[in-house]
């Protein structure tokens, strides 16, 4: 049995649709917090059992007989670290043979603010004695499609990614990578997969790729951190998000983002998803 957490979110819904292709529906364990929220994928045979970070009690039972554990990480930053700490924890009680931690590009090292918490994750995950592999996922090519349409109704991008270079790759990549890892016949516990797009791009370059997408004249223009941030919290986002955001472009800008080790697609056996069949695809729909 093969759970997967957060099944009902964007990565989660996309991980559980590879494991489809390989794994009996019956097989599978969805994951939520809102049990309503996923009557599709029961529709399709997969099993769906409510589970919550914020309810440890609710995760042991969700865990009961599973084998393997695709935990991808809390979308609440800031309060990660005792979610994930109780997602391990049910884990390890209800004896899970392994555990898949969806954590950032070079976790261990990563100038980005938010890898902080996926740091402490892995640390607790050594420390939980459960088997476990880590997928230290890079920038996803859906985090660029709102900004493009920013970028398109205002004229340009803002940032403050300077010239670092950034491989994305597709949420679809990411969840296939997952989803072979979580199938292989080797043995995973103890791996660290680092997982990033075949082809990088600085800012400027996307900016000049998204002028010929649209036929239209777009720009980059590069903030200082606190300018930055204040443009996002100009076009209307919490203040704690826009910093987050502004940080993560400055770690951009040393290279927190790009890998060229090619691990990504070498796991799921193609190249990845181009950022500009993304953004193209976005445009059309």
């Given at each position: 049995?093969?759970?997967?957490?957060?099944?009902?979110?964007h990565l989660g819904r996309l991980a559980i649709e590879a494991l489809l292709k390989s794994v009996a529906a019956s097989?599978?364990?969805a994951v939520v917090r809102t049990p309503s929220k996923a009557e599709d994928l029961k529709a399709k045979g997969v099993v769906v059992r409510q589970g919550d970070y914020d309810a440890p009690a609710s995760l042991e039972a969700a865990f009961a007989g599973i084998d393997k554990l695709l935990l991808i990480s809390s979308s609440e930053v800031g309060k990660r670290l005792p979610q994930h700490k109780a997602a391990i924890d049910a884990a390890k009680a209800a004896g899970v043979k392994l555990i898949a931690y969806t954590s950032i590009l070079r976790a261990d090292t990563s100038p980005l603010g938010?890898?902080?918490e996926h740091k402490a994750t892995e640390a607790l995950l050594?420390?939980?004695g459960v088997p476990h592999v880590i997928l230290r996922n890079s920038w996803y090519n859906e985090n660029y499609v709102g900004s493009m349409h920013a970028a398109l109704q205002f004229g340009g991008y803002a940032g403050s990614a300077g010239n670092g270079k950034i491989a994305a790759a597709s949420r679809k990549d990411y969840a296939e990578a997952a989803a072979a890892v979580l199938t292989s016949s080797e043995n995973q516990a103890g791996k660290v997969y680092e997982l990033a797009g075949d082809t990088a791009f600085t800012m400027s370059e996307l900016a000049a790729e998204t002028a010929k997408l649209a036929?239209?004249?777009v720009g980059y223009n590069d903030l200082p951190e606190e300018a930055y941030k204040g443009v996002l919290v100009g076009a209307g986002l919490?203040?704690?998000f826009a910093a987050l955001l502004a940080d993560s472009d400055v770690g951009a800008s040393k290279g927190g983002l790009f890998d060229d080790s090619h691990t990504l697609s070498k796991l799921i056996g193609?190249?990845?998803t181009?950022?500009?069949e993304t953004l193209a695809a976005a445009l059309k729909g």
């Open positions: 049995m093969i759970a997967v957490t957060g099944a009902t979110g097989e599978i364990v938010l890898a902080v050594k420390d939980s036929g239209k004249p919490p203040e704690g193609r190249p990845t181009p950022m500009l």
